[in-house]
C-alpha cells in the first residue's frame, strides 16, 4: 500500500464488525467511522445510534465499521508485526494522512463487493475521513451525517495535539529506560486531551468541591489521572503518535484547489451536527462545510460536554438525524449559514429563488 507521503506498508490488515444484512437492492449500507481512539464496534461507543433499537438499527440496515489505519484493535499499526521482518513496528511505521485512511476504505468496500453507501456517517477524525472520502469518490455516497468535524484541522487543534506529544515525549527523554515511561507519558497526552474534549461547565457540573475547606486530592485531580491512567491501559503510545500526527495534516483543499471547490464536489446530501460548547471543532468549523457542500444541512446541538457530546447527546442527535432523513430539507438556494455571536443563522443572499428572512438554529 503506497502512503500519501511517500512510504509504503508491505501489507494490510483490515478490522471491521458487520452488524445486520446486506438487503437483496444493497441499498441499506450505513458505513460507520470512527474517532481518533474508537474501534470498530460502533454498537459499544455509539450504542444511543446504532444498535437494536436505534435509529440504525441491524434489524434495517447493514452497518459496517472498521478500525482505522493506524490504531491497535486489529488493523495495520504500529502494534502490528512486520510481515517482513516479523517485529513490531514501534516507532518505525510511517506516517499516515487521513486520506491513506480512506484508502483502507475502499478496499474494505471493494473486498466486500459494496458499490453504493446508504448513509455514512462519523464523529471528529471519523467525520474527516468521511468528508474526504465523499470529496474522492462523490457518486459513491447517498446520505453523509458529519459531527463535531472541519475540513482543515485547525492551528489550535494542532496545538493540542503537539503539547500531547511534547508531553510523551518529555517523558521518554528523561525515563526511556524505566519501565513505566511509556505508560506515564499516555497519561498525561491524554489528560491534556480531556480539557479539550470537555468543557469548563461540563467540569463545573461534575467537578466541583463539596468539601471546601479541602487543600488537596480535588476531584478534578483525580478525574484526570483516572481518565490518563484508563487510556494508559488500552491503547498502544505509538498509534496516539501517528493518528494525531494524521489529524493535524487533515486538508481537504490540499491538491484539489482550496477548501471550497474541493467541498464543493461532494454529492451526497449532508447533514452538518455541531456542539454548542466544543472546543476542539468548533461550530463555526462545521458552518464551513455546510456553506460549501452544495446539498447540505446545519444543525446545532446544546450540551455541557463539549466536544464529547457527538458521544453523548444521542437522544438529540437521533431527532436530527431522524428529521433530516424523513424530511430530506436542505438550505433554500442562496443562503448562507453564518455564525454570530450568540447563535447559528441563516443569513440570506438575496436572489430569485430565496425569501428573505433569518432561521435561527
Not at 498502544?236 to 484539489?256: E, I, N, Q, T
Amino acid at each position: 500500500m503506497q502512503l500519501e507521503q511517500g512510504g509504503t506498508l508491505p501489507g494490510l490488515d483490515i478490522a471491521y464488525q458487520v452488524f445486520g444484512t446486506l438487503n437483496e437492492q444493497k441499498d441499506n449500507v450505513v458505513w460507520v467511522c470512527h474517532a481518533l481512539t474508537g474501534n470498530a464496534d460502533p454498537t459499544d461507543w455509539w450504542s444511543g445510534l446504532v444498535g437494536e433499537g436505534r435509529i440504525f438499527d441491524p434489524d434495517k440496515y447493514c452497518i459496517i465499521c472498521s478500525n482505522n489505519l493506524g490504531s491497535c484493535y486489529g488493523t495495520t499499526g504500529p502494534a502490528s508485526l512486520h510481515p517482513e521482518t516479523g517485529e513490531v513496528y514501534g516507532d518505525d511505521f510511517p506516517e499516515i494522512t487521513i486520506r491513506d485512511m480512506v484508502q483502507v476504505q475502499q478496499r474494505l468496500l471493494e473486498h466486500l463487493g459494496i458499490r453504493r453507501i446508504h448513509v455514512a456517517l462519523g464523529g471528529s477524525m471519523g467525520g474527516q475521513i468521511i468528508l474526504e472520502w465523499a470529496i474522492e469518490q462523490p457518486d459513491l455516497f447517498h446520505t453523509i451525517i458529519l459531527m463535531a468535524t472541519n475540513a482543515v484541522h485547525s492551528p489550535w487543534g494542532i496545538a493540542f495535539n503537539e503539547t500531547q506529544r511534547m508531553a510523551i515525549e518529555a517523558s521518554l527523554a528523561l525515563n526511556r529506560d524505566h519501565p513505566d515511561a511509556m505508560r506515564k507519558g499516555l497519561e498525561a497526552a491524554r489528560a491534556i486531551a480531556m480539557l479539550s474534549y470537555r468543557s469548563y461547565d461540563g467540569y463545573a457540573a461534575t467537578q466541583t468541591e463539596e468539601d471546601t475547606e479541602k487543600f488537596d486530592q480535588y476531584k478534578a485531580s483525580s478525574y484526570q489521572r483516572y481518565q490518563g491512567q484508563k487510556f494508559a491501559k488500552r491503547f498502544d503510545l505509538y498509534s496516539y503518535l501517528r493518528l494525531s500526527k494524521a489529524m493535524d495534516s487533515h486538508h481537504v483543499g490540499r491538491g484539489r484547489g482550496g477548501v471550497s471547490k474541493a467541498l464543493n464536489q461532494v454529492k451526497a446530501r449532508a447533514l452538518l451536527i455541531g456542539i454548542d460548547t466544543d472546543l476542539l471543532f468548533p461550530l463555526s468549523e462545521q458552518v464551513t462545510i455546510a456553506n460549501h457542500i452544495p446539498r447540505a444541512r446545519l444543525e446545532k446541538v446544546s450540551s455541557k460536554y463539549g466536544h464529547d457530546g457527538f458521544l453523548v447527546e444521542f437522544d438529540e442527535i437521533s431527532r436530527l438525524i431522524r428529521r433530516f432523513m424523513q424530511e430530506g430539507a436542505f438550505r433554500a438556494p442562496g443562503k448562507q449559514y453564518q455564525l454570530s455571536v450568540r447563535s447559528v443563522q441563516v443569513k440570506e443572499r438575496y436572489s430569485r429563488t430565496a425569501l428573505p428572512g433569518t432561521e435561527r438554529f
